[in-house]
């Protein structure tokens, strides 16, 4: 079973920084994409970014230039700096690990545990 444990949320000015970590444990056998979502209140999850295993990123195109997505493989780590932050990118933010399952011989979606980033104006 495999754990994700989130940190680095907090308030923040408009304008501000934060960097928020996600790291993976227990039984890992392989991981292959992971990322970020976040959902603010009243809306529905979205995308944030991705990042494979090679370390191609993906963005959402609200944060493109502002929010840098990267991860340590042998940490099985995956960080998300944001920058010039927004009230509009207040949400929580889950971080997920697609992990590959032996049972099923497939790749499972693992979610954090969401942690709320606030933005004020």
């Known amino acids: 079973q495999v754990q994700l444990v989130e940190s680095g949320g907090g308030l923040v000015q408009s304008g501000g920084s934060l960097r928020l970590s996600c790291a993976a444990s227990?039984?890992?056998?392989?991981?292959?994409?992971m990322g970020w979502y976040r959902q603010a209140p009243g809306k529905q999850r979205e995308l944030v970014a991705t990042?494979?295993?090679?370390?191609?990123?993906n963005y959402a195109d609200s944060v493109k230039g502002r929010f840098t997505i990267s991860r340590v493989n042998a940490k099985s780590t995956v960080y998300l700096q944001m920058n010039s932050l927004k009230p509009e990118d207040t949400a929580v933010y889950y971080c997920?690990?697609?992990?590959?399952?032996?049972?099923?011989?497939?790749?499972?979606?693992?979610w954090g545990q969401g942690t709320l980033v606030t933005v004020s104006s």
């Open positions: 227990g039984t890992i056998y392989s991981i292959n994409d």
């Open positions: 990042i494979s295993n090679g370390g191609r990123p």
């Open positions: 997920f690990a697609d992990n590959f399952d032996v049972d099923t011989a497939g790749y499972l979606k693992v």
